[in-house]
Every structure is written in structure tokens, then in C-alpha cells.
């Protein structure tokens, strides 16, 4: 499974006539508590966790690749905070994960976040709307020629899913918290639900300290 998550977050100097940055100053500023690891991983947590595996292991790197930006004020200041994370997941039942995550990147998919998942009867690209499948009995058999250009257009052989009514997420799932307060049902995603986020985040941040792998334990309530 494979994900692309990220769009460029414009710096913000105003001497280049830049448009304004999208996101605030302090996610770049690690003192303030930001960088895209803590941010995103732990969205990557229920993602992974409810839809392919409980996360094993994690292998990550993080990166700076945009050293200065400007402010909310037009001032500029030093980026402290990773803007991009390169990370592997491994899941349990033997599924491999990676997850890209940047705030310096152009967008060439179909969405801001796309997931890819390679089964061996078919293969599924997911973006935040659309989802688009490709079974075994359509996949092309390309062969690599130096000599000459590819000649299999590899957007074709894809079957789009019929698109399915889908309101705001966050709004649904206040909705559901809504109920659940008012006694009309019950509620999942309590504290421990997000201490696994928190701790997949930490945990990655210290894979990239230490340049390694390293396991991720069970949470008990």
C-alpha cells in the first residue's frame, strides 16, 4: 500500500510578490509544536489501523527542505519544524505501507492524498472522492524497451467505482460525538484512539533520530 499526501505550501516573502502561505507560521517551528510527522502521522494511524492492518513497526525519515519562510506579519523566519516525512509502516498480516507526507510538494495525482493498494487480483487508487480499480484480468503486461517510446498509456485499463454521496468527514464525526453525548449511541474513538496516534508520531520522530526501526507496542486501556 502506498500513499501521497502533501501539496506546496507557498514561503510567503513578500519581496517575490509570493501569495501568502497556507498554514500557519508555527507548524513550522518545532519550539511551537509543528512539523508534518506529528501532524500527519497521526491521521496515518486510523488510516492504516481501521482500513489494511494494525501498525507493527515504523521506519521513518523526516526532512527540512525549505529552510526559511516568511510569517503572518511578512517577517521572515528559520524553519525548525520537518516539512516532509518519507515513512514505512509495517502491518500486521504482512502488509508493507509507505506514506509520503510533504508540505514541498507540486501535486501531479488525481487529489491531495491518494492511496494505492496492490493485492494480487487487483490493484485500487483511492483520492478523497474518487476511486478507481484495475483487476487482474485488465492489467497491462508492459514489457521495458530502451528503443523505443512506451507505448502502453497506463491511465487507460482503469475502471472508475460509481461515486457514493459523501459529506464532510469532520462534520459526521462530530455528529456521531453529538449523539453519543446525548445518549443516542455509542463512541469508539475515545482517548485511547488518539494516544495511538500521539504515540505513532513519537515513535517516528525517534526512528528518525535513531536511523532505525523500531516496533510499536500495544497501548493498553
Known amino acids: 500500500m502506498r500513499g501521497e499526501f502533501g501539496y506546496w505550501v507557498f514561503e510567503g516573502e513578500p519581496q517575490l510578490a509570493q501569495p501568502p502561505a497556507q498554514r500557519p507560521s508555527w507548524n513550522y517551528r518545532k519550539q511551537h509544536g509543528g512539523g508534518i510527522i506529528l501532524d500527519m502521522l497521526c ?4 488510516v492504516l489501523d481501521n482500513l489494511f492492518g494494525a501498525v507493527k513497526a515504523v521506519s521513518c525519515r523526516g526532512a527540512t527542505h525549505i529552510p526559511c519562510r516568511w510569517d503572518e506579519n511578512g517577517r521572515k ?3 525548525t519544524a520537518d516539512d516532509a516525512a518519507y515513512a514505512t509502516f509495517e502491518l500486521f498480516g504482512g502488509v508493507i505501507a509507505q506514506f509520503n507526507s510533504s508540505w514541498a510538494v507540486r501535486v501531479r495525482r488525481d487529489d491531495l492524498l491518494t492511496l494505492q493498494v496492490d493485492g494480487t487480483r487487483g490493484s485500487a487508487v483511492a483520492g478523497l472522492r474518487r476511486c478507481l480499480i484495475q483487476p ?13 517510446a512506451q507505448p502502453i498509456d497506463f491511465f487507460q ?3 472508475e467505482l ?4 459523501c459529506d464532510n468527514a469532520f462534520k459526521v464525526q462530530w455528529e456521531l460525538f453529538l449523539r453519543h453525548v446525548a445518549g443516542e449511541g455509542g463512541w469508539r474513538w475515545g482517548l485511547l484512539e488518539g494516544a495511538k496516534g500521539v504515540q505513532l508520531a513519537e515513535l517516528a520522530l525517534k526512528s528518525w533520530k535513531q536511523k532505525k526501526w523500531l516496533d510499536v507496542p500495544r497501548l493498553k486501556p
Open 162 to 165: 460509481p461515486e457514493e454521496a
Open 136 to 148: 487482474y484480468e485488465k492489467t497491462p503486461r508492459p514489457v521495458w524497451n530502451p528503443d523505443i
Open 157 to 159: 485499463g482503469w475502471e
Open 43 to 46: 491521521h496515518w494511524r486510523y
Open 77 to 79: 523566519y528559520r524553519a
